[in-house]
């Protein structure tokens, strides 16, 4: 065959188009636990072995249009702004777009939210933080599977995991800090602040009201996600008009109102009956609160006209209501106070602000309010208390290493070397060195200077080990000077006082002579 034929047979063979980027499949589409569009922008970097910055920057950006390009850093579009990808609006639905342009797929418009609440035009569906369940991790990495997202841990309604029944985190437990929603060179399953393990198990417990609400709330969601995949719709005008069906009927809307404890203004406002220059849309948890006190989903709601009043009519007894998230909780400040100060005065173990806001069950903001100073103590305590750790874990590590704890060796295991240069820091590495053997007591003891009466410090509130040999073997020479200069000042005297005497017992012996 000749090379005229060959390139005839080539041309005549049906080539699949190319992507420009790779054609990665997205995890769990169509079910529960399908993946959002963030993860799966990360692992698609991670894949190229690329920072998702780097590539979304270098491939995805000049693709979009104009009004979609971030208009902040990308740093910081990355970290806190980014999750609106995984929302309804034009920017996810661009950004979806794109990537199904790049990597010739047709199924990353599943990984949005709009596969779960349709074009329900209200806003707050999304976390403005990534969260996890640290089970799912660890599961994940022992099982050797992929490490992702999935879009049901990025809804604000879902706040504990369905398949462990724990709370999602969205601070990682050793920096206490939020993750980046597009990362920076981390691996997956990593913080993306300092780069610590995030699936650890946890042993908080759930309480039982929180664990009903979730286990009516998932099934819920899944059922409207089924209906999206199938249909490529949700019906919500549907919903809002069986609603409006129901409060036509006399007194229906009064038993709703004591059924759900809304208020009669808010369900008129739900289908435009006030004349009101705005209109309204309640938000996906509010919806979700009010089938769940008539013990409804959304989706029997919107097929059938005769649900709600079917629940009017027969005045079913309503499950028991969740707490209204916009009650105000009287703030106990005597209870934080005696929190607070347990934790500052070494009772209770160390504790950061947003630790203590969560065991007294309520918000950061509000505690540090009302308590601005113990807070901003509490971060430094916490803070303090966990580089000690990480201290004396290097110091435990080089030690079992068999390796001599030197100032240089403990600073290069650290997250940060220059953590070592904190007062309680370096008193904590010398502590170590003392229960083991390293040092003696006098070495590591502080040195205190009188001045005039005065304790003085020699730049900080302690010497290093260095520092303490050399004061004492300056000490050791000043002393021996000043004893010097005593010993000649009184040699010098002694004489002086001896020759007087000699010139006098002359003088009187001339004189006796004549």
């Given at each position: 065959?000749?090379?005229?034929?060959?390139?005839?047979?080539?041309?005549?063979?049906?080539?699949?188009?190319?992507?420009?980027?790779?054609?990665?499949?997205?995890?769990?589409?169509?079910?529960l636990?399908?993946?959002?569009?963030?993860?799966?922008?990360?692992?698609?970097?991670?894949?190229?072995?690329?920072?998702?910055?780097?590539?979304?920057?270098?491939?995805?950006?000049?693709?979009?249009s104009?009004?979609?390009?971030?208009?902040?850093?990308?740093?910081?579009?990355?970290?806190?702004?980014?999750?609106?990808?995984?929302?309804?609006?034009?920017?996810?639905?661009?950004?979806?777009?794109?990537?199904?342009?790049?990597?010739?797929?047709?199924?990353?418009?599943?990984?949005?939210?709009?596969?779960?609440?349709?074009?329900?035009?209200?806003?707050?569906?999304?976390?403005?933080?990534?969260?996890?369940?640290?089970?799912?991790?660890?599961?994940?990495?022992?099982?050797?599977?992929?490490?992702?997202?999935?879009?049901?841990?990025?809804?604000?309604?879902?706040?504990i995991?369905?398949?462990?029944?724990?709370?999602?985190?969205d601070?990682?437990?050793?920096?206490?800090?939020?993750?980046?929603?597009?990362?920076?060179?981390?691996?997956?399953?990593?913080?993306?602040?300092?780069?610590?393990?995030?699936?650890?198990?946890?042993?908080?417990?759930?309480?039982?009201?929180?664990?009903?609400?979730?286990?009516?709330?998932?099934?819920?969601?899944?059922?409207?996600?089924?209906?999206?995949?199938?249909?490529?719709?949700?019906p919500?005008?549907?919903?809002?008009?069986?609603?409006?069906l129901?409060?036509?009927?006399?007194?229906?809307?009064?038993k709703?109102?004591?059924?759900?404890?809304?208020?009669?203004?808010?369900?008129?406002?739900?289908?435009?009956?006030k004349?009101?220059?705005?209109?309204?849309?309640?938000?996906?948890?509010t919806?979700?609160?009010f089938?769940?006190?008539?013990?409804?989903?959304?989706?029997?709601?919107?097929?059938?006209?005769?649900?709600?009043?079917?629940?009017?009519?027969?005045?079913?007894?309503?499950?028991?209501?969740?707490?209204?998230?916009?009650t105000?909780?009287?703030?106990?400040?005597?209870?934080?106070?005696?929190?607070?100060?347990?934790?500052?005065?070494?009772?209770?173990?160390?504790?950061?602000?947003?630790?203590?806001?969560?065991?007294?069950?309520?918000?950061?903001?509000?505690?540090a309010?009302?308590f601005?100073?113990?807070?901003?103590?509490?971060?430094?305590?916490?803070?303090?208390?966990?580089?000690?750790?990480?201290?004396?874990?290097?110091?435990?590590?080089?030690?079992?290493?068999?390796?001599?704890?030197?100032?240089?060796?403990?600073?290069?295991?650290?997250?940060?070397?220059?953590?070592?240069?904190?007062?309680?820091?370096?008193?904590?590495w010398?502590?170590?060195?003392?229960?083991?053997?390293?040092?003696?007591?006098?070495?590591?003891?502080?040195?205190?200077?009188?001045?005039?009466?005065?304790?003085?410090?020699?730049?900080?509130?302690?010497l290093?080990?260095?520092?303490?040999?050399?004061?004492?073997?300056?000490?050791?020479?000043?002393?021996?000077?000043?004893?010097?200069?005593n010993?000649?000042?009184?040699s010098?005297?002694?004489?002086?006082?001896?020759?007087?005497?000699?010139?006098?017992?002359?003088?009187?012996?001339?004189?006796?002579?004549t």
């Amino acid at each position: 065959m000749d090379v005229h034929e060959q390139v005839q047979v080539h041309s005549a063979m049906q080539i699949p188009p190319r992507g420009r980027l790779y054609c990665l499949p997205p995890l769990g589409v169509g079910t529960l636990w399908a993946e959002s569009l963030t993860s799966y922008i990360n692992r698609l970097a991670w894949a190229y072995r690329v920072s998702s910055r780097v590539l979304v920057a270098q491939e995805v950006i000049p693709q979009l249009s104009c009004e979609q390009r971030p208009s902040t850093e990308l740093a910081t579009f990355c970290r806190s702004i980014a999750m609106g990808i995984n929302g309804i609006g034009d920017q996810a639905v661009e950004w979806s777009t794109t990537l199904e342009g790049l990597t010739l797929r047709s199924d990353l418009h599943l990984l949005t939210v709009r596969s779960w609440v349709g074009d329900l035009t209200s806003r707050g569906y999304l976390r403005k933080k990534p969260a996890w369940c640290p089970v799912c991790y660890t599961e994940w990495r022992e099982r050797k599977e992929p490490l992702y997202q999935p879009l049901l841990w990025m809804l604000q309604l879902v706040t504990i995991c369905p398949r462990h029944q724990v709370l999602l985190l969205d601070r990682c437990p050793h920096c206490q800090k939020y993750q980046s929603i597009l990362t920076l060179k981390t691996v997956p399953g990593h913080c993306t602040q300092c780069s610590t393990w995030l699936g650890k198990p946890l042993d908080a417990v759930v309480d039982q009201e929180t664990l009903n609400w979730q286990e009516w709330v998932i099934p819920a969601l899944e059922e409207l996600h089924r209906e999206y995949v199938s249909a490529g719709v949700l019906p919500w005008e549907r919903f809002f008009a069986n609603l409006a069906l129901c409060l036509s009927e006399w007194g229906s809307c009064s038993k709703l109102a004591d059924l759900t404890g809304f208020s009669r203004d808010v369900f008129y406002l739900w289908v435009g009956r006030k004349n009101r220059p705005y209109s309204h849309s309640p938000t996906l948890e509010t919806i979700f609160e009010f089938c769940y006190a008539c013990n409804v989903t959304p989706l029997q709601v919107a097929r059938s006209t005769d649900t709600l009043l079917q629940v009017v009519r027969d005045e079913a007894q309503p499950r028991q209501r969740r707490p209204n998230r916009f009650t105000r909780r009287r703030f106990n400040r005597e209870h934080c106070l005696e929190l607070i100060q347990a934790v500052l005065n070494g009772q209770e173990e160390p504790l950061g602000a947003s630790q203590v806001a969560r065991r007294l069950g309520y918000d950061t903001r509000h505690l540090a309010y009302h308590f601005p100073q113990e807070c901003q103590l509490l971060r430094r305590e916490e803070r303090e208390a966990r580089v000690c750790e990480e201290v004396r874990q290097a110091v435990i590590t080089l030690h079992e290493q068999g390796i001599f704890p030197t100032h240089r060796k403990v600073r290069a295991l650290l997250s940060d070397p220059n953590l070592i240069r904190m007062p309680k820091a370096s008193a904590t590495w010398h502590a170590v060195r003392l229960e083991l053997g390293y040092e003696s007591f006098q070495d590591s003891a502080f040195i205190k200077l009188k001045s005039e009466g005065k304790v003085c410090r020699t730049g900080k509130s302690y010497l290093p080990f260095a520092s303490i040999r050399l004061y004492q073997r300056t000490c050791a020479r000043a002393e021996l000077s000043d004893k010097g200069h005593n010993d000649r000042d009184s040699s010098s005297d002694s004489g002086q006082t001896f020759r007087e005497s000699t010139i006098s017992n002359k003088k009187i012996r001339a004189k006796t002579l004549t």
